[in-house]
């Protein structure tokens, strides 16, 4: 009877270290990302498609744009060129020479492409050089990530991109937008203060892997 009692209490004693143990690492894994504001910062963030209707102040844009550009980029080429239009006068031209350059989409839908949000960047790439793309990708998450921060909701958009190669070279636009030669759109980004929480969309960890010839 003794050897059954402390055999079953030997296992008990396994179990608690096990279960313990267990603990142990979820809390561990938890407080890193709870202690971290950078993974914190990238786990948190959503894509905002309703916003209140106030811009973004030009000295906080100042700052995502600092964050943007500091991004690592091929040669330190810095392969991108942005313009921020945070007015309604000049956000309306662009729907209507948009709309007008491809008038087979109506206004409302061009209007509908940037979301409503109240500030707009618009990144140009050098067509010129190979990795521009991927420099601009770069850039573009520093911007949104920098603008979660602090509690700037963003959207990145690529549905307005083909609209504007429909665009006469000698339409107004291209003379506010004041792309140097070479460059072409290539990504716009929404950004203002949120007005909506979504919930986080389901990731597939499958996606990467760890692969050896061992």
Avoid at 31 to 47: D, F, H
Avoid at 113 to 133: E, H, K, Q, V, W
Avoid at 191 to 209: L, M, N, S
Wanted: charge should be neutral.
């Amino acid at each position: 009877m003794k050897v059954r009692q402390i055999f079953c209490l030997i296992i008990c004693v396994i179990a608690t270290m096990m279960i313990l143990s267990a603990c142990g690492k979820s809390k561990k894994q938890s407080a890193m990302s709870e202690n971290n504001s950078v993974i914190e910062n990238i786990l948190s963030r959503r894509s905002i498609r309703k916003y209140l209707p106030q811009a973004v102040d030009q000295e906080t844009m100042k700052i995502i744009l600092d964050c943007g550009i500091n991004a690592p980029n091929g040669q330190n080429k810095q392969s991108w060129e942005i313009r921020v239009v945070d007015d309604v006068e000049t956000m309306d031209a662009i729907v209507a020479a948009l709309a007008k350059a491809n008038p087979t989409v109506t206004p409302e839908m061009i209007r509908g492409c940037f979301r409503g949000a109240p500030t707009m960047a618009f990144i140009a790439n050098d067509r010129s050089y190979l990795f521009s793309t991927i420099d601009c990708g770069l850039l573009s998450e520093n911007m949104m990530l920098a603008a979660w921060s602090m509690g700037v909701g963003s959207i990145c958009l690529g549905c307005p991109i083909p609209l504007f190669d429909n665009l006469s070279s000698v339409d107004p636009i291209w003379d506010i937008l004041n792309f140097s030669p070479g460059y072409r759109p290539i990504i716009c980004i929404g950004f203002g203060y949120p007005d909506e929480a979504p919930a986080a969309k389901p990731r597939d960890p499958e996606k990467y892997r760890f692969v050896s010839i061992k």
